[in-house]
């Protein structure tokens, strides 16, 4: 197998696999399709081993199940199966997945007035005593570089994955574990661990506040909230039904927004939001109060913040939701006021689903992610962060016929050297066969893909020399 610079698949060959395809042009080339993404060979043959490489750059079939923006640090991600990575760079294969590994990830946080403390929470439902038991819970002072094992967990049955939170100070970490409707509490990262009093649900969704190391929220049914470090919670406010997600804004003690879901997608869902510690929620609607709001959210499943826009105080505000009857992916740069959308209906890439998260970038505005159904985290980035030109895995540097002939392609462009008594032929085509250029050359020359071809996508770049013999048999992938 080649890794093909995705480190995170080593040791996990191919399953699942529901489908293989031959390339009709090149019976050596074939793809499989496999539950964690795409393999190709070039060297498919009877009489010897093929490798298979890894090709997954869009193509990634992983379950996202959280992740944050650190300011001035990385994006951390939590993955189904796979742990979660260090990402760097959002635009390149990340180099460094979660160590020690937990195999499923949930959960992830950081401590916002000590961003280089983070937690995350996964494991599986395996009792601590039994072979291939996964320990849940893991914490990193080097904003998540090395992570270092709790010392326990909260105590005998089965307790595993759920959601974490910890305070803005990194002193107190909250857990709630998978299928329980408890909160648990530690100080002194799992020696000792108390259940917290006061609430009871099975999507508290521990939260909390990023300036007051005191207090929490969470939620069940209503906000509630603690003063105490997370010990015990009271009802603060709201009377709110279907609620998938609870997020507080970054940087500012005490705005808590709610978010509404509608079964339709548009009618009796809500974005609601308190400035006040959770004591009082408004709906975000011009009916509730037109001094602050000119248009209605109907519906929403997730909330996330992002860097302020340029000359904005307020993080910038990223939903999941229907404005105006229409669903998708919305921006507002001046809390909540006015909403533009930031999808469209070619980009929506599917459902939340396990993740359920909409997270904006603190470190450059206009930068946003989402959850997927199997299709890895959706980012929205400025086009100059995508990769220009052929992406580099699928390019040939390249080839040669008769020690004379070469073509290559390099920044859109396809090079090659003809003559008369080397004779080039040229032909691009569609995955599925159709020809979209054809045309012969009897001296060097260079073409702009970008001018031949309709659209950016992926293409069957093929020349034949005098011979008749291939020269170059290459998938290209064009980014405009």
Excluded at 311 to 326: E, K, L
Aim: glycine share 10%; with cysteine.
């Amino acid at each position: 197998m080649d890794e093909n610079g995705y480190g995170w698949i080593k040791d996990h060959a191919i399953h699942w696999a529901g489908s293989i395809e031959i390339d009709p042009f090149n019976p050596s080339r074939a793809f499989v399709s496999s539950g964690n993404g795409i393999f190709m060979t070039e060297n498919l043959s009877a009489t010897s081993v093929s490798t298979w490489k890894f090709m997954v750059r869009g193509l990634e079939e992983t379950v996202p199940e959280d992740m944050v923006s650190i300011p001035g640090g990385p994006v951390l991600s939590a993955v189904m199966d796979y742990d979660g990575f260090y990402h760097s760079y959002i635009n390149q294969p990340p180099t460094s997945r979660h160590s020690p590994a937990l195999g499923h990830n949930t959960g992830i946080d950081y401590a916002q007035q000590k961003p280089n403390i983070v937690v995350r929470v996964g494991g599986n439902d395996k009792l601590d005593t039994v072979s291939g038991y996964a320990f849940p819970l893991y914490y990193s002072l080097d904003t998540g570089k090395t992570w270092t094992k709790f010392v326990t967990h909260i105590g005998v049955g089965i307790n595993y994955q759920g959601k974490v939170a910890i305070s803005c100070d990194g002193t107190v970490v909250l857990w709630q574990p998978n299928e329980k409707g408890t909160l648990y509490r530690t100080d002194d990262w799992g020696a000792t661990w108390t259940t917290v009093t006061g609430i009871s649900s099975t999507k508290c969704f521990p939260t909390a506040d990023p300036v007051n190391p005191d207090v929490f929220y969470a939620f069940s049914g209503s906000v509630y909230k603690s003063t105490d470090k997370g010990k015990i919670f009271v009802k603060a406010g709201g009377n709110f039904s279907w609620t998938n997600d609870m997020q507080v804004t970054p940087g500012v003690e005490g705005h808590v927004w709610v978010t509404g879901y509608a079964w339709d997608g548009i009618n009796g869902g809500y974005l609601a939001r308190s400035t006040d510690g959770g004591t009082t929620f408004v709906e975000v609607d011009p009916a509730k109060d037109s001094t602050k709001y000119t248009q209605r959210v109907q519906h929403t499943e997730a909330i996330g913040f992002g860097k302020a826009a340029p000359g904005a105080s307020y993080p910038a505000i990223y939903i999941y939701g229907t404005v105006g009857s229409v669903k998708g992916m919305y921006q507002s740069i001046d809390e909540a006021k006015t909403w533009t959308r930031v999808d469209d209906a070619a980009h929506q890439f599917g459902s939340l689903a396990n993740g359920n998260f909409v997270r904006g970038d603190m470190n450059t505005f206009g930068v946003v992610y989402k959850s997927t159904a199997g299709r890895g985290i959706a980012a929205r980035m400025p086009e100059s962060w995508s990769t220009t030109g052929i992406n580099s895995r699928f390019a040939a540097t390249a080839a040669k016929v008769n020690g004379t002939q070469t073509v290559s392609i390099l920044n859109n462009v396809l090079k090659f050297s003809a003559d008369r008594s080397n004779k080039l032929v040229v032909q691009i085509s569609t995955l599925n066969g159709r020809i979209l250029y054809k045309n012969s050359f009897t001296q060097p020359g260079a073409l702009k893909l970008q001018s031949i071809l309709p659209s950016k996508g992926t293409y069957v770049v093929t020349a034949k020399g005098s011979e008749k013999s291939t020269v170059f048999n290459k998938l290209v992938a064009l980014f405009r």
